[in-house]
């Protein structure tokens, strides 16, 4: 049963170009988040998503970026016009449902993004 | 609003001495609290998580962590740490209301060394 996917392991932008992060759940989770975790910090919710329904965007932030989760393939977390402070590591999480008492998140292994 | 304070960015300490990595956290509601460890390159892996029910929480690789609700605190504690638990340690809250959507602490780098 493999885990949480997520490509490319590494990606490297210039300023102003495009990046898409990839990431497909766990077998039967429908339930997908991202996180983004920048140097020397924790983990900060970005997205969660559900098959074709942004659920809560809360910590997207208001200009570049965008996520989505179709009802065919990965969830794509897309960053637009990237700049130097978008290098981090994204990590994207599925679960099977939203109850953290049957539903722990399981995580991939990221995609760290870094912007020249 | 949640917070999750972990004091300690680093920790080092010897092989088979115990350790303790501290986790303070505010809310205004109930609720879950998880610690999650992050080895080098890699995602995170749930050691464990308290829902209700026992304040004494047992996780894999023989860590433990007890719930204080009046000190706020969810410390994490290994009586006689190895090598390989070298890692990012992350404290995680969520409110139970929306509970997979997870406030995560700052980390702590527990170093193990011989």
């Known amino acids: 049963n493999a885990g949480v996917m997520q490509n490319p392991r590494h990606l490297v932008r210039r300023r102003g170009q495009e990046a898409r992060l990839r990431c497909s759940p766990m077998?039967?989770?429908?339930?997908v988040y991202w996180y983004r975790q920048l140097p020397e910090e924790g983990l900060k919710f970005m997205v969660y998503?559900?098959?074709?329904?942004?659920?809560?965007e809360s910590g997207m932030p208001k200009e570049r970026f965008s996520a989505e989760f179709p009802k065919e393939g990965p969830s794509i977390l897309r960053i637009q016009q990237v700049v130097r402070g978008d290098s981090a590591a994204y990590f994207c999480?599925?679960?099977?449902?939203?109850?953290?008492?049957?539903?722990?998140?399981?995580f991939g292994n990221g995609t760290r993004l870094t912007v020249t | 609003a949640q917070s999750v304070t972990q004091l300690d960015s680093q920790v080092p300490v010897f092989e088979e001495a115990p350790v303790e990595l501290r986790c303070n956290y505010s809310?205004?509601?109930?609720?879950?609290l998880f610690w999650y460890v992050q080895y080098p390159n890699q995602g995170l892996q749930l050691l464990l998580k308290?829902?209700?029910?026992?304040?004494l929480v047992k996780g894999i690789n023989g860590f433990e962590a007890e719930f204080n609700k009046s000190q706020t605190s969810f410390h994490l504690r290994k009586p006689s740490v190895h090598i390989s638990d070298t890692a990012e340690y992350f404290c995680?809250?969520?409110?139970?209301?929306?509970?997979?959507?997870?406030?995560f602490g700052t980390g702590t780098r527990l170093q193990v060394t011989l």
């Open positions: 995680a809250v969520s409110n139970t209301g929306t509970a997979s959507k997870l406030t």
């Open positions: 998503l559900q098959k074709e329904n942004i659920i809560d």
């Open positions: 809310s205004s509601v109930s609720v879950y």
């Open positions: 308290y829902l209700s029910g026992s304040t």
């Open positions: 077998k039967g989770h429908s339930h």
């Open positions: 999480a599925s679960s099977p449902g939203q109850g953290a008492s049957n539903s722990p998140l399981h």
